[in-house]
């Protein structure tokens, strides 16, 4: 019996096996469609936060700066002010780029609801794009 007459063999024992019990197949087919279900959203995630080239031009050129106050690393506490300046004194950067995190409450219908809108300032120096 040949490698290839043994597999088709057991393939067809196996049919036969899962036919005589469908509750079981249908528990087995579920529970491969959950796994493979939920590894590729797991995938997707990963690959889209962390495996994923941003869609720009060498990207390993890109800097985040930040303000340290007090030992502590503070995120977004710069003001247009600080950005404008730090864009007119540069001699480093090909351009720069800021992003403000703000609250705001928008009216629909009847009621009003907190939203976080992110405001960005781009071009202050260089190309940018």
Do not use: Y
């Not at 057991?10 to 493979?36: E, N, Q, W």
């Not at 997707?44 to 941003?54: D, G, R």
């Not at 609801?113 to 992110?118: A, G, H, L, S």
């Amino acid at each position: 019996m040949s490698f290839l007459e043994s597999i088709w063999q057991d393939i067809r024992f196996a049919v036969r096996g899962l036919c005589k019990s469908p509750a079981f197949t249908l528990v087995a087919i579920g529970s491969l469609a959950l796994g493979i279900g939920a590894n590729t959203a797991i995938f997707s995630f990963v690959h889209a936060i962390l495996l994923k080239h941003l869609p720009v031009p060498d990207a390993s050129r890109l800097v985040s700066i930040s303000q340290v106050r007090n030992g502590q690393e503070a995120v977004a506490i710069f003001k247009m002010t600080s950005i404008e300046s730090l864009a007119t004194r540069n001699t480093v950067f090909d351009g720069l780029f800021g992003t403000f995190q703000t609250a705001a409450s928008v009216v629909t219908g009847d009621s009003p609801q907190w939203v976080n809108p992110v405001r960005t300032c781009a071009g202050l120096a260089g190309d940018t794009a």
